[in-house]
């Protein structure tokens, strides 16, 4: 059986054809595939997003459709509809690029409620409603969405019950100065992009989560976990004229998020066991859109990574 730094290194050289830098970002989403979850990718225009995800999905070898989200999309868009056949007079179903084993939902926030209500369907059941019938869909199946930071016209903010859903929300910046320099290098005559290959298979992606399952995860570091997700609970009830910093804490599915993708970044990197340490590095990506801030936050520019950190500092690390 490969091991998680054999498979992360063969991936991240392919991807690495297209895509010079973002290896944190990378690591994170080798880790939401080993781990079953969606990823939300934010990031200013130009820095590579949606390539990053068209890469990943042919290094993975795996069947890959992109949705560009619009506000005149509509739901048949994205699953697809009923179909009238003349000659025997039926429908039948005809399916939309939902059914793929990795979406890309570029600028997710673009689309209206309707759309974003079919594609909560299909990231938490792994199923869509097609004129009535429920239709499963690929496995594996992995939204992976888009969408830029600063452009309110024509936007519409996802629903906490949407974002809720993404296992990680990742914050894409600006390269470096010599991974800037690099890319006019590589591609500054180059009028085609580097052809990839798949370096791995959806089939030997699950084969690698039953190795995940199996990374121990000892009660303490799960105690812990579970203290660092209420504690940001803990935040949103400050009573006695504490000031509240945020209205509503990280829900239960934090702490899944937390426990699954610990130990699918242990795996990954080659360790025997989740450490609290592992579980500190994962915690901004876990909790940035599942923590709501308050006004007087907002007023006070604090953010979501701020509010993450002071509750990581003030949970006591369990030992070894």
Do not use: C
Not at 17 to 29: C, F, T
Not at 126 to 138: F, N
Not at 232 to 245: C, W
Request: net charge negative; glycine share 8%.
């Amino acid at each position: 059986m490969i091991t998680g730094p054999a498979w992360s290194q063969k991936l991240r050289e392919e991807i690495g054809k297209a895509v010079i830098g973002q290896d944190a970002v990378v690591e994170r989403m080798l880790v939401a595939l080993l781990a079953n979850g969606h990823v939300l990718l934010e990031g200013m225009p130009g820095l590579a997003k949606t390539l990053l995800i068209k890469s990943l999905g042919t290094a993975l070898g795996v069947q890959f459709e992109r949705i560009q989200f619009t506000p005149d999309l509509l739901p048949s868009d994205v699953v697809g509809t009923m179909i009238f056949s003349p000659k025997d007079g039926a429908f039948t179903p005809h399916r939309g690029p939902i059914f793929a084993n990795l979406v890309l939902a570029d600028e997710i926030n673009r689309a209206p409620a309707k759309v974003q209500s079919a594609l909560l369907e299909a990231m938490q059941e792994r199923q869509v409603t097609i004129g009535g019938g429920t239709h499963p869909l690929p496995v594996p199946f992995f939204v992976m969405a888009t969408q830029n930071p600063i452009e309110q016209e024509g936007t519409y903010p996802l629903p906490e019950a949407q974002t809720d859903r993404f296992l990680f929300k990742l914050i894409v910046d600006y390269p470096s100065a010599e991974e800037e320099a690099s890319m006019m290098q590589r591609w500054g005559q180059v009028t085609q992009q580097p052809e990839l290959v798949a370096a791995s298979s959806g089939g030997e992606l699950l084969a690698l989560r039953a190795e995940v399952d199996r990374m121990h995860i000892a009660p303490v570091v799960q105690g812990y976990i579970l203290a660092l997700v209420r504690g940001t609970r803990a935040l949103a009830e400050a009573k006695d004229g504490a000031k509240r910093y945020l209205s509503f804490g990280a829900s239960p599915r934090a702490s899944l998020s937390l426990f699954q993708s610990g130990r699918a970044l242990a795996w990954l990197r080659g360790h025997d066991y989740v450490s609290p340490a592992l579980i500190q590095e994962l915690a901004p990506d876990v909790l940035r859109h599942r923590i709501g801030l308050t006004y007087e936050a907002e007023a006070e520019e604090i953010t979501p990574d701020q509010i993450v950190a002071r509750v990581v500092a003030q949970i006591p690390v369990p030992a070894p």
